[in-house]
């Protein structure tokens, strides 16, 4: 049994690692630079504000629910460019920040609350690993909590 549980657990590991998405790239005109930049100048700005020692609502306000929240903008700029790095990056950051908040959630046995915190942050970076490994060890941990986080994620 003892190979049966390695395998088991290097193919979970395995089945997170699916490759971020190509990103095409595309020539961009001085007017869509100069929109891009100013939508990333206005992502980071915000992102400032986005601490992980903040209540998890106002972290999911900032990055993913609030009007012109980080996600909204970070998108818009990557209609404009596909392939913009620093846009990338501030998605990365994002995905990090819920997982840290996630983590100490979790930590607190504040299962639903991280559950949501890890959606929101999927949400803006849906193949993030750190975040996909922090809600399969969740709900290994707590079957009801996920259950209780997909029903209140779908709609009725």
Do not use: F
């Amino acid at each position: 049994t003892g190979a049966y549980g390695y395998r088991s657990y290097l193919q979970q590991d395995l089945d997170l690692a699916m490759p971020e998405p190509m990103r095409r790239h595309v020539q961009l005109t001085e007017d869509q630079r100069k929109e891009v930049a100013e939508y990333l100048m206005l992502a980071a700005d915000n992102l400032k504000d986005a601490k992980p020692t903040l209540d998890p609502q106002d972290l999911s306000y900032i990055l993913t629910d609030g009007p012109n929240n980080v996600n909204q903008i970070v998108n818009a700029a990557l209609r404009i460019e596909p392939d913009n790095k620093k846009a990338l990056e501030l998605k990365a950051t994002m995905a990090s920040l819920c997982e840290q908040k996630a983590r100490e959630l979790s930590d607190a046995g504040r299962l639903p609350d991280a559950l949501t915190l890890i959606k929101r942050g999927l949400s803006a970076k849906p193949n993030d690993r750190a975040l996909m490994r922090l809600q399969r060890d969740i709900c290994n941990r707590d079957m009801q909590a996920c259950a209780a986080a997909d029903d209140a994620g779908s709609p009725p």
